[in-house]
């Protein structure tokens, strides 16, 4: 018999993951901190429950993408929860990026009830949530693993298990940790090049034809060309899984100096008005401070 998937999260990745779940005929339960979403996924087949121990009560797997750590755990633990309503056998896939913490503690508390769990947060952004193309990194069991694969491989393509509990969530900090430097290494090449006083568009096209190419230069370098700042993946977001990356670096004694300087910088822009912005907002902050220090000049 098909697994019965409950899906919790309907924001900008997850809402089209849960489609495509829908689409590649899961039956699909869905359930979000805003309702406003229930009547297209009513509308595409699925149902709709208004908590999530509704939804643990009638699925055998349960998918999870929520904003932040505290997200998770609330929706996990807290009065009518996920583990209020969890069965022996039940499988919870964690797509969110969240802590290691939160991954080994929902996955401690499933092996007790007999359950299992896997941390698989995402990359690809709205894009590859779209498209079904996600890269999918997987913390948990070679078990669980197997069992997910069918409904992992109808959101994401490039699908790796890489250990145990919170194996996938360390693995989605190093991802962010590099996306968030090669956007600041965008903005200050573009930067360097506008103070130059030759044009960044003809820039990032040379530079796309060479070593430096990479996906950041190519979409984020044309979104900061046409001043286009709509999410995509928000600023503030990325902020927070910088801090999970620094705080996981604490932990395990690693010095990440200049991922604490891109943090601080996307301090700065969240404290000015940016936190909703897409991320490679960071480039335009380098290009307006070099374009502030040409007027200075002047």
Not at 110 to 128: M, R, T
Not at 182 to 198: N, S
Not at 238 to 266: C, F, W, Y
């Amino acid at each position: 018999m098909a697994e019965r998937v409950g899906f919790i999260g309907l924001g900008v990745m997850g809402a089209p993951m849960a489609e495509n779940l829908l689409k590649k005929g899961f039956a699909v339960t869905v359930s979000n901190r805003s309702r406003g979403a229930f009547a297209r996924f009513i509308e595409m087949g699925a149902s709709a429950v208004e908590t999530p121990a509704e939804v643990a009560a009638v699925s055998d797997v349960v998918v999870t993408i929520l904003p932040d750590t505290p997200d998770v755990d609330a929706v996990y633990f807290a009065e009518n929860g996920l583990f209020s309503a969890v069965r022996p056998g039940m499988l919870f896939i964690d797509m969110s990026t969240a802590s290691p913490e939160i991954a080994h503690k929902i996955h401690a508390a499933a092996v007790e009830k007999g359950a299992d769990s896997l941390d698989a947060p995402v990359s690809g952004g709205d894009v590859g949530a779209r498209e079904g193309t996600l890269s999918i990194m997987v913390g948990g069991s070679e078990h669980g693993f197997e069992r997910a694969l069918p409904v992992l491989q109808a959101m994401g393509k490039n699908i790796v298990r890489i250990g145990e509990a919170g194996a996938g969530q360390v693995t989605k900090a190093c991802n962010q940790v590099v996306v968030a430097l090669t956007i600041e290494a965008v903005g200050e090449a573009l930067a360097l090049a506008a103070k130059a006083g030759v044009d960044p568009a003809k820039v990032r096209a040379a530079l796309l034809g060479g070593f430096a190419q990479s996906r950041i230069l190519d979409l984020h370098g044309q979104r900061a060309l046409e001043h286009r700042y709509n999410p995509g993946f928000r600023l503030r977001l990325h902020r927070k899984d910088l801090a999970i990356a620094l705080q996981t670096a604490e932990v395990q004694g690693v010095s990440l100096p200049n991922t604490a300087a891109v943090h601080e910088m996307m301090n700065v822009l969240i404290a000015g008005g940016h936190g909703d912005d897409d991320h490679s907002y960071l480039i335009q902050h380098l290009l307006d401070l070099a374009k502030s220090h040409i007027q200075g000049e002047q």
